[in-house]
């Protein structure tokens, strides 16, 4: 036997030793598997040789055995590229209410999504009187209260100071907020967890335009408020100001979509998304919170006792399974990946790990790079599915020593029916046909 | 600032600006310096925020029985009779639901203050019109949203003054988690 034949055997045998019950593989069983898999490709390829050389003998024209497309021009440039037509699920959803059909939120479709940044087009939105039509060219930006020089900023400006590029999540305190309803919801990753969103976000540090303006050592705090139709607006602590806030001019490369702030957001990296006000348009320094509506009635999370938490404004250390998950159904046993997202607002993920027997046993995903703070970062683990009904589950840990809790330990921390910042451990259930739905453990 | 001390920041924000930590506060690098002056009467114009103790409430007044008369008009096809909610939030009752198995948040029943009140419904109310109402009738109507749960008298009116000084129920119901956890949590 030489040594490419047991190496193959070696790593068969891995590949079919599970590392946690019902079939959870190493996380790196595939990638040790690569010479197994180049096997069955080369007979593949000598398969299609042998077909090819048989129809070339009858001399027939290339186009009557090659694809449709290769076989006509293609078709014409656009000016702003879009999905591929057949793509009609990769959409966001949403209720449309008569009238306010701006108002109130569209969902990512992380069930159809991979890798870590969310397309621009599909980033969520949750919106408080629809998204304004704002002139870049008549926007200023208005920095003033406890400053020795109230400043205004074009756009213009602003992009002239030095900018940055961070990957970072936006998601709203309120995402994942269906998991306290009583009996498991049988809907999607989007509808369960679709108000969270990646992207690459390219501004001007706040801290920099502060500065500039002198905040007066009374200015603990700023307010900010948006262009909208709601004067959307939050308290800040100036800390945060000062630290790694952003004025974000662009979102994936190109200027922020209207439905995310054109043309320019505040951008809190890893606080609630509420606070990261879009179409920012004024700064206050105060010194103290403002206490705004969205600051005190909402994104205020009551606990058993009739008191609130206020101001808890890091979004806590989360994850789901995107693949299987509902309406993402197993074909059949053999080899799957599982794929799923990991964040927390605390900083990196240090580690996911995934249960396939109800938490009982645990293997550890591998999250693939780069693995930023405060940032979606992807996971991913083999698995053999044998075709037995089981419960796949995963819990995610930060760099911060934060874990997600159970469903049951997150519940006991809070009123009924509060569903801000819930992140607790989720679960999928496959019955016999692969067949996946939403199940509480 | 001087050419130098700018290069130097924008440096640091190349080597530590993408994917990297936060900067701490005493790095915060140079900009140009390209803010404007703003002018006095726009900041006056776009201070419309409202702090809890009444800095920003403007001249004024208004009472429950004028209040009515406008809730009826711009508020009720929403927010139901009496603020007892509808497509739109529940205003009113709900005071002493919150520990019980089904907490009802209002305005009345779980807002601290009654400047935010204010504040709200003057930058953002009614959702198809937002700023459209006069400062008297903004008075008018929180006096009134008031005044279904006894909060204020019916003839009581409101003003720049008498506005903070108004104890909402659960005004000592929040605890601060900024910039911590309080003890026990």
Known sequence: MDSDTKRLRRVAAELDEPVAANGLLHRRAFLRGGIAFTGFAAAAVTAH?????????TGEKLSARTLMTQAVMGGPFTAYGQPARYERDAVREFTVNQLTPGTGSSRTPHHVLEGMITPSGLHFQRNHNGVPDIEPNQHQLLIHGLVKRPLTFTLDSLSRYPMESHIRFVECAGNNGGFNAAEPRQADVQAMHGLLSSSEWTGVRLAVLLDEAGVDPKGKWILAEGGDGA???RSVPIEKCMDDAVIALYQNGERIRPEQGYPMRLLLPGFEGNMNVKWLHRIQVTPTPTFTKDETSKYTELMPNGKARQFMFQQPVNSFITKPSYQINLQGPGYYEISGLAWSGAGKIAKVEISADEGKSWAQAALVDPVLPMAVTRFRLPWKWSGQPLTLVSRATDEKKN????RSQWLKLYAPNQGYKFNGITA???DGTGQIRHVYI | MSISKTAAALAAALVLGFGGAALAA?????????????PADLVAKWSISILPDGTGLPAGKGDSRAGATIYVRTCLGCHGTNGSG???????????SLTSDNPIKTVNSYWPYATTIFDYIRRAMPITAPQSLTDDEVYALVAYILSVDGIVKITDPLDKDTLPKIQMPNRNGFVSFWPAAPKGF
Do not use: F, H, N, Y
């Not at chain 1, 874990?403 to 159970?406: D, G, R, S």
């Not at chain 2, 140079?30 to 703003?38: F, N, S």
């Not at chain 2, 509808?86 to 002493?96: A, P």
């Open chain 1, 49 to 57: 040789d042998a077909a090819a050389q048989a129809a070339a003998a």
């Open chain 1, 231 to 233: 004067s959307m607006s």
């Open chain 1, 403 to 406: 874990v997600q809790p159970t």
């Open chain 1, 428 to 430: 999928w259930a496959a």
């Open chain 2, 26 to 38: 005493d790095k915060v690098p140079a900009g140009p310096g390209l803010g404007k002056e703003a």
């Open chain 2, 86 to 96: 509808g497509t739109g939030g529940r205003l009113t009752g709900g005071i002493g």
